[in-house]
């Protein structure tokens, strides 16, 4: 008995590291997205969190904070794109002569989207693997030109098209937005692990809807929690980037097509994802290292 469990566990080694050895080889080899210098994600283990809002102001911030950087915005969400409606965009791509699709482009920034590919209310109902084949089409079959920073928003969760992109162009580092909700900072926890898992620096957290201010009596109340994502982030050994308050102004910006890093730059909404941006950059490696 003694001999057979011995036995069972060199077997149980040996089938170990053949599946490993497999798995590497199964693996695909990283291949950067040509004229990109750096590729930011934007993640959240749950939806409703404000991820694409923040993808969009971030992309937004990082441009009006240095004029002379190059930013684009790639959205991945499949099944639910934001971008073509928070950036006030229709209309489908045109083709380069090297037959490739060319972004679309307003406020500055260079735009794709699944939402550009499909009819605005045609619900996109694919099994796996056409949902790869068309993140595939997203990572190599647009021509950005020359870029700074593309900011990929990405979709909700921790699942194949996650580890898609992850695997498949190297990303220089991950955002992750969270309410300070326990509910939303438990699969936020989540998202930070797996992009450990897959070697994708996490780069800090935003704390999105961290406070309300009444508007009349100016009392600030906690909706979602206090302090919520800074507990995560000790407990990650992260830093918060900052906090977004929940604010009409936001919400309103976004679903009028006009985010309110661009439309209201002085307000104090848009100072704090122009913070966030100077953050991000901060923790970044020189696009030569």
Known sequence: MVCRRQLSGAESETLKQRRTQIMSRGLPKQKPIEGVKQVLVVASGKGGVGKSTTAVNLALALAANDSSKAVGLLDVDVYGPSIPKMMNLKGNPELSQSNLMKPLLNYGIACMSMGFLVEENEPVVWRGLMVMSAIEKLLRQVDWGQ??????????????????????IPITGAVIVSTPQDVALMDAHKGAEMFRKVHVPVLGLVQNMSVFQC???KHKTHIFGADGARKLAQTLGLEVLGDIPLHLNIREASDTGQPIVFSQPESDEAKAYLRIAVEVVRRLPSPSE
């Open 147 to 168: 870029l700074d920073y593309l900011v990929v928003d990405m979709p909700p969760g921790t699942g194949d098209v996650q580890l898609s992109v992850s695997q498949n």
């Open 215 to 217: 508007p009349k009596c």
